[in-house]
């Protein structure tokens, strides 16, 4: 038998230990929402027939904000209208539950909730369902969780904290008993009452565990779950003793013992045991937590061996242990009915007189299985008729749908196949578009060799007026030092002083003489005034030069050469490689180009194709459209036949009721002699 129908099962065979009859139970067409698609088993109180399912118009909120939120829903605070008692529902997705295939687990975590009995548990009071999602009614907390408890109080005394631990242990010894795992026990999942007791919840990765059984179910949370888990091994019920561990370790420091940077380290840091310690924790408590956190199941110890360890002694509990208060089935029954409608008040006075009975007569049930014989055949003939003809006309309909089908199936391949061309379109003007983008690529790298060109020629026009000046100022030098020479020359030869004497000797003795001297001296002046300016002109270009060129321009020019050496080699071979890869390409593209006018072909036949497929498609929804007319009208037989066979049954009740009557009237107000005639008539 499979976990998930355990809870219908104790149902179903809890129906005779009531002894209730068809009246005493409400009608099946008032107790249930209607609803598309059923996904969750009903709760007791609805399978047993003591009252009607609930629906969302049953509550309404207290807050405007959700008190919790989690992977698949939001928890609620709601008052009920009628008992104006407070709940906290759970507002679960269908669609995610679907997406995620958790039907069955969340069957066997209702089913496990319903089965647990114990004041250090949330208690689920019933639950029910709508079109697009599951509602679970449950005990609420007022006072958050253990994990926002601690983070706003962490002056905590041990003693409280150990009390937490205690109330832990307690309610996981109880579902061990009960062959229940729960896989995810975390200071999240541990909230507080009214009186700061521990009440665990969230059994979404409960399962059941029979003795000697293991199970090998990677779930839980990474931090808290035991290393044979994220080992992906076989383990038994050990796995929650390991993370009462852990939950004991952080309440006592406020961290989780195993540490690490990334997933993996932590990972490591669990399957070796290398648990990181604070250095003022008690001793006791280390001892304890080393022998809960064994790397081996089997040497760890169990919840009863825990609670007696000397830790314990020495910081005794604040409170006793709430005790498991023993219920009858129809004290079970009682608290989880919501009360929710006129309906409740009837099924607990039923619930109250379960164990009488009708003081029904033989003659009586006789009287009612001839009527019933009688009209059941009336009702079966006229079933048989119905269904023959519904079961011709569906015969006609799978016939034209399965055309239909073979159709659809021949449009979807043409419409595949014309999606295929359009997207081998779209690649090919696409690798088109980067050809494109790479031939302007070349364009610009052309671009830019040629002004490269045309630099290193400007500098090599440089580098020869360059030349040509360095030749002038070596020229310049070479006639400055020659004039020079000539000057001295001139000096030693000529002696002024024995010219002036001999020009005044010269001017007394001929005029001639004068006239030559005058000459002379004025040429003697012209060349000490050329000779002045040739040499400020030569100073002064040599001064230019050497600050322009000599230094600076030497160092700048020597690097352009060698940037230029080096661009130049490097273009040459860009150009020399890139030119072959795109001559391939070029290739490559024209060869692509013949293949898309082949595609453009083969397109612009298939959209005629396409065009016909149109016109079919249409006939065919036409088609398509006539058969929901008929599956409409069919829908309607259907109910019409559901409300003949309801006021058939109504008929029957009323004609049973009428057969009492009478009987009574005549049990009271007539002779025997009338009474046997009466008895012998109907036999």
Same mark, same amino acid.
């Given at each position: ?37 059923? *996904?969750? $088993? ?58 995620? /295939? ?9 089913? $496990? ?25 449950? =005990? ?58 521990? @009440? ?30 994220? /080992? ?11 993370? *009462? ?40 408590? @280390?001892? *304890? ?83 019933? !014989?009688?009209?059941?055949? =009336? ?20 016939? =034209? ?80 030092? !020659? ?57 002064? /270009? ?29 273009? =040459? ?65 259907? /109910? ?17 009721? @009428? ?25």
């Amino acid at each position: 038998m499979s976990n998930n129908n355990i809870i219908n099962t104790s149902i179903n065979s809890n129906k005779n230990n009531y002894n209730l009859t068809t009246e005493d139970l409400i009608p099946s067409e008032q107790k249930l929402n209607k609803i598309r698609r059923r *996904l969750i $088993i009903l709760s007791p109180t609805v399978e047993l027939g003591f009252e009607r399912e609930c629906c969302n118009k049953d509550f309404y909120r207290e807050n405007e904000n959700p008190i919790g939120t989690g992977a698949f829903g939001k928890v609620w605070l709601v008052k009920h209208y009628n008992t104006h008692k407070i709940y906290c529902i759970k507002i679960i997705s269908k669609r995610n539950i679907i997406e995620q /295939k958790l039907i069955n687990q969340l069957n066997q975590e209702i089913s $496990i909730m319903y089965q647990i009995n114990h004041p250090n548990s949330i208690k689920l009071y019933n639950h029910f369902e709508e079109n697009e999602r599951i509602y679970l009614i449950m =005990e609420y907390a007022p006072n958050s969780s253990i994990f926002f408890y601690l983070k706003k109080n962490s002056n905590i005394n041990i003693s409280q904290k150990l009390q937490f631990f205690r109330d832990t242990c307690s309610i996981i010894k109880y579902l061990h008993s009960k062959h229940i795992v729960h896989r995810d026990i975390k200071p999240e999942n541990l909230l507080l009452d009214k009186n700061y007791r521990i @009440k665990l919840c969230d059994y979404g990765w409960a399962t059941y565990l029979q003795p000697g059984e293991k199970i090998k179910t990677f779930c839980g949370t990474f931090e808290y779950a035991a290393p044979e888990i994220l /080992k992906k091994i076989e383990y038994d019920e050990k796995v929650d003793i390991w993370s *009462l561990g852990i939950l004991l370790f952080e309440l006592l420091t406020g961290y989780t013992p195993f540490k690490g940077k990334t997933n993996d380290e932590k990972y490591y840091n669990i399957c070796k045991g290398l648990i990181n310690w604070p250095k003022d924790i008690n001793k006791e408590a @280390k001892n *304890l937590i080393s022998k809960i956190l064994k790397l081996n199941p089997k040497d760890r110890l169990n919840i009863d061996d825990i609670l007696k360890h000397k830790l314990f002694n020495d910081f005794p509990a604040i409170y006793d242990e709430l005790k498991i208060e023993k219920l009858t089935k129809k004290d079970i029954m009682l608290s989880l009915m919501m009360n929710n409608d006129d309906y409740n008040n009837n099924s607990k006075d039923k619930l109250n007189s379960s164990n009488k009975s009708l003081n029904s007569t033989e003659e009586e049930t006789l009287i009612s299985n001839e009527y019933n !014989n009688s009209l059941e055949k =009336e009702q079966n003939d006229y079933l048989k008729n119905e269904n023959k003809r519904l079961k011709i006309t569906i015969l006609n309909l799978d016939k =034209e749908n399965i055309e239909l089908k073979n159709k659809l199936n021949d449009f979807e391949c043409l419409k595949k196949n014309n999606e295929n061309l359009l997207k081998e379109n779209e690649n090919l003007n696409k690798k088109i578009e980067d050809l494109n983008n790479k031939l302007n690529e070349r364009e610009i790298i052309i671009n830019e060799y040629e002004k490269i060109n045309k630099e290193n020629l400007e500098l090599k026009n440089k580098l020869i007026d360059f030349n040509k000046l360095f030749e002038e100022n070596k020229n310049l030098n070479n006639l400055k030092i !020659n004039y020079e020479k000539n000057i001295l020359d001139l000096k030693q030869k000529i002696n002024f002083n024995n010219l002036n004497n001999n020009i005044n000797n010269i001017k007394q003795n001929d005029d001639d003489n004068y006239k030559i001297y005058e000459n002379i001296n004025n040429k003697l002046n012209q060349i000490i005034t050329i000779k002045n300016e040739n040499e400020i002109i030569l100073n002064n /270009k040599i001064n230019d030069i050497q600050n322009l060129f000599l230094n600076e321009f030497e160092i700048s020019l020597n690097k352009i050469l060698n940037n230029y050496k080096n661009q130049q080699n490097c273009l =040459e071979n860009f150009l020399l490689f890139k030119s072959k890869k795109y001559f391939e390409k070029i290739d490559f593209l024209i060869n692509e180009l013949n293949k898309y006018k082949e595609y453009k072909q083969k397109y612009l036949e298939n959209n005629e194709k396409i065009i016909v497929l149109d016109k079919n498609l249409k006939i065919f929804v036409e088609k398509y459209r006539l058969i929901l007319e008929q599956n409409t009208l069919l829908e309607k037989n259907s /109910k019409i036949k559901e409300e003949i066979f309801n006021d058939m049954k109504k008929k029957i009740q009323n004609y049973e009721a @009428k057969i009492l009557d009478f009987k009574v009237f005549i049990n009271k107000n007539c002779s025997k002699t009338i009474i046997n005639t009466y008895n012998e008539i109907f036999n």
